[in-house]
């Protein structure tokens, strides 16, 4: 396994962390790592063996899936009782969440 592919199952593990600045950080971190030229051709490789247990492009896309989850439970949990300001705020957040998701589908489809 690669070296870029250990840090982004390093960095998708990370995903599921409770501290949001942990996965803030991972999320950063996973955006620089799929923009390597490696880490893409890697995964290509991975996906097109049928029988690799390494880490592919579906995999990925499910770390993603439950990152994105955890975030909108953590978003829909907080008080709803706040102010607009803070309402704003929790906006921007959902649509960062999103724009990860379009990041990621952006890179794997320039492959």
Do not use: G
């Amino acid at each position: 396994m690669s070296l870029a592919i250990q840090e982004l199952l390093l960095c998708c593990r990370q995903f599921d962390n409770d501290k949001a600045t942990e996965r803030k950080k991972e999320v950063d971190k996973f955006k620089r790592l799929i923009q390597m030229p490696e880490t893409r051709e890697q995964l290509d490789r991975n996906s097109e063996s049928k029988h690799s247990k390494q880490l592919n492009w579906d995999t990925v896309f499910r770390f993603l899936q439950k990152y994105i989850v955890k975030e909108t439970e953590c978003l829909q949990a907080a008080n709803q009782n706040v102010s607009a300001t803070t309402q704003a705020s929790r906006q921007k957040k959902m649509q960062e969440i999103s724009n990860i998701m379009k990041y990621f589908i952006r890179w794997a489809n320039k492959r």
